[in-house]
T-cell receptor, first 113, second 109 residues
Framework: DTAVSQTPKYLVTQMGNDKSIKCEQN?????MYWYKQDSKKFLKIMFSYNNKELIINETVPNRFSPKSPDKAHLNLHINSLELGDSAVYFC????????????FGEGSRLTVL | RKEVEQDPGPFNVPEGATVAFNCTYS??????FFWYRQDCRKEPKLLMSVYSSGNEDGRFTAQLNRASQYISLLIRDSKLSDSATYLCVVNNGFQKLVFGTGTRLLVSP
């Protein structure tokens, strides 16, 4: 039973389109995250939510809009996709906000053509 | 200066070798430290936390030097299955974990 699951795993789309990635965790964790891993393998935090409340927003373009309907779900919507958005997007969760162990989903590989 | 810096490698070692990775961090207020492992095209997974007194888990030993702001990971008796990217991770005191770019290890027969 997957602890942190995200869909879709692969996404190929044209510039200018809008797309969403969904994430769900069944670990009972309070905090969820979106990380972006670019072609140079650099993993950078984008957003963090604790009990549906946004606590970290790392200078991400406002084309990216996270939504947390409940503490087990954190979705990421991206408007007007650009070539530079091509990356692997990882969802993660943790028990608290103190930066303890992160549990990652398998990643969603986004390719913008 | 990057918040967390690592030598990207790759480190090419034969099976059975001992290999060490270092990582430096810039924020002296950083509170907790970890090593994660990421296999090719997979998600990162926690390898071990790093405690002030140093800690060991089987063939893996992690050390923290707060004065010099670096952490290290030592792998003894390398196995083929140790081939992966090792990510140094630091809690920078603002409730977020900052990842290094990773050090790639290749263990060959």
């Amino acid at each position: 039973d997957t602890a942190v699951s995200q869909t879709p795993k692969y996404l190929v789309t044209q510039m200018g389109n809008d797309k969403s990635i969904k994430c769900e965790q069944n670990l009972g964790h309070d905090t969820m995250y979106w990380y972006k891993q670019d072609s140079k393998k650099f993993l950078k935090i984008m957003f963090s939510y604790n009990n549906k409340e946004l606590i970290i927003n790392e200078t991400v373009p406002n084309r990216f809009s996270p939504k947390s309907p409940d503490k087990a779900h954190l979705n990421l919507h991206i408007n007007s996709l650009e070539l530079g958005d091509s990356a692997v997007y990882f969802c993660a969760s943790s028990l608290g906000t103190a930066g303890g162990e992160l549990f990652f989903g398998e990643g969603s590989r986004l390719t913008v053509l | 200066r990057k918040e967390v810096e690592q030598d990207p490698g790759p480190f090419n070692v034969p099976e059975g070798a001992t290999v060490a990775f270092n990582c430096t961090y810039s924020n002296s207020a950083s509170q907790s430290f970890f090593w994660y492992r990421q296999d090719c095209r997979k998600e990162p997974k926690l390898l071990m936390s790093v405690y002030s007194s140093g800690n060991e888990d089987g063939r893996f030993t992690a050390q923290l030097n707060r004065a010099s702001q670096y952490i290290s990971l030592l792998i003894r008796d390398s196995k083929l299955s140790d081939s992966a990217t090792y990510l140094c991770v630091v809690n920078n005191g603002f409730q977020k974990l900052v990842f290094g770019t990773g050090t790639r290890l290749l263990v060959s027969p």
